[in-house]
């Protein structure tokens, strides 16, 4: 089984960017899918974006759509989430996760492997 170890999160203020980072080792990088959950202090672990094995379709939330773009390199066995424009409402721990599913979205009952999450705070 793969594991995921994230990095790259940070504080910023309003309106800047970060690249989150998530390097996969063990397991085969090409069998899973991959994607980015995020959980706000008090709050439940809710989807941000997904990458599909294979196809490499991309999908993502409503509240990041337009500012968020998720990658993945397989040759080095990376995944990349870029987020600009950020905001207040994006500060969370962000996790990296993975499934073997070939499906666009899935819930965090589907996901297979969790990294330990990094910490993104957006404050002015």
């Known amino acids: 089984q793969v594991q995921l170890v994230e990095s790259g999160g940070g504080s910023v203020m309003p309106g800047a960017s970060l690249r989150l980072s998530c390097a996969a080792s063990g397991g085969t990088f090409t069998d899973y899918s991959l994607g980015w959950f995020r959980q706000a202090h008090g709050n439940e672990r809710e989807f941000v974006s997904t990458?599909?094995?294979?196809?490499?379709?991309?999908y993502y939330s409503d509240s990041v759509l337009g500012r968020f773009t998720i990658s993945r390199d397989n040759d080095n066995n990376m995944m990349y989430l870029q987020m600009n424009n950020l905001r207040p409402e994006d500060t969370a721990i962000y996790y990296c996760?993975?499934?073997?599913?070939?499906?666009?979205?899935?819930?965090?009952?589907?996901?297979?492997?969790w990294g330990r999450g990094t910490q993104v705070t957006v404050s002015s």
């Open positions: 990458i599909v094995k294979r196809v490499d379709n991309k």
């Open positions: 996760v993975g499934t073997t599913r070939q499906q666009g979205t899935f819930n965090t009952g589907q996901v297979e492997v």
